[in-house]
């Protein structure tokens, strides 16, 4: 029998999980103009992916989304801009953005050594992560002269298109979740999303090991975390990417397909408050490489684009069950503590 398009989905699903995350192909919606709002307006290629991606979240909390439309050029600049900044910008102008500690309002640089994201799980030893980043938050975007232009225009023109690609997961997600597909809209209607840019620096041996942490182990603290790493570019890496999952209590490597343009894409933990748990908020860290490999010697770089609802929104379970969690009071919260 030949395979049909919705059997083609779940045959990618399978075969990814042997890396730990199932891959969902969401070119179905990405693709439209404007997107569904009735079960009954449902293609079947639609009703296969809302199927593979309500089965990815609830097993695992992630996915790797492909087929969604953002082109490698969007991508290819911000990456460009990225290393740019990163690598080419003496320290001092680079320290011109820094605003204060991880988390400021006003987003900005971040230098190595000031964020521990492991204390956001009640770790208040944890060292800091061995990783410097720029963050493009509302206060950022809307105040470009505060910023580095060059990294402004790229990292927040390729926000832009992620942006679509969250309205697109929040409308899949409702499906998934026996919601009309417009459900997540009005707690986005002025979304408190972040765009960050991250280096993280060559391996020093003579300070840290290889195969140890590079970043710690936490959840998200939001929405969607939705990731783009430099590899996926080039046909995707033939190896571990660094990023490892937790299922089941085993640290699981997420290896990338080799099409697709593959975005790591989990979710935070708003939405395991909105769906009472039953998809979670999955644990997740960054490993270093084995200390004489050839990914030792490289920056490795990423481009993670965080979603989240208006700050004043009140996350409740879409079962009735629970107390009410405060968007915005939430993120301050987990900001406030990962700081060294």
Not at 77 to 95: G, N, T, V, Y
Request: charged share 20%; glycine share 8%.
């Amino acid at each position: 029998m030949a395979q049909t398009s919705s059997d083609a989905r779940a045959g990618e699903t399978g075969e990814a999980d042997a890396h730990g995350v199932p891959v969902v192909d969401v070119s179905s919606f990405a693709t439209q103009e404007s997107l569904p709002v009735k079960p009954e307006d449902l293609s079947e290629d639609q009703r296969a992916t809302v199927q593979a991606w309500g089965d990815a979240l609830t097993r695992t909390g992630f996915a790797v989304v492909v087929e969604h439309g953002i082109a490698d050029d969007d991508l290819r600049a911000a990456f460009d801009a990225s290393k740019r900044f990163f690598l080419e910008l003496p320290s001092e102008e680079k320290l011109k953005y820094n605003y204060g500690p991880y988390g400021t309002p006003q987003g900005g640089y971040t230098p190595q050594g000031i964020e521990g994201v492991g204390r956001s799980l009640d770790a208040a030893d944890a060292p800091a992560d061995l990783v410097e980043s720029y963050v493009f938050n509302a206060a950022a975007r809307a105040n470009p002269d505060n910023h580095e232009p060059v990294l402004f225009k790229n990292a927040v023109g390729y926000s832009t298109k992620a942006t679509w690609l969250m309205h697109v997961l929040h409308c899949i997600s409702a499906f998934a979740l026996d919601l009309p597909g417009n459900f997540f809209d009005e707690f986005h209607t002025n979304p408190d999303s972040v765009m960050r840019c991250a280096c993280y620096p060559p391996l020093d041996k003579s300070k840290v090991e290889g195969g140890s942490i590079r970043y710690s182990a936490h959840t998200d603290y939001q929405g969607f975390t939705i990731l783009a790493l430099e590899a996926s570019l080039d046909g995707g890496p033939t190896g571990p990417t660094g990023l490892q999952v937790n299922r089941d209590g085993e640290w699981k490597d997420v290896v990338l397909p080799t099409s697709g343009n593959p975005l790591v894409t989990n979710i935070g933990d708003l939405w395991q408050v909105w769906t009472a748990g039953r998809w979670k908020s999955t644990l997740h860290r960054v490993m270093n490489p084995p200390a004489d490999s050839e990914a030792a010697k490289r920056y490795r770089f990423s481009l993670p684009y965080f979603t989240g609802p208006n700050a004043e929104a009140n996350i409740v379970p879409i079962d009735g069950s629970g107390e009410a969690v405060n968007a915005g009071e939430y993120l301050r919260q987990k900001l406030d503590i990962t700081n060294v």
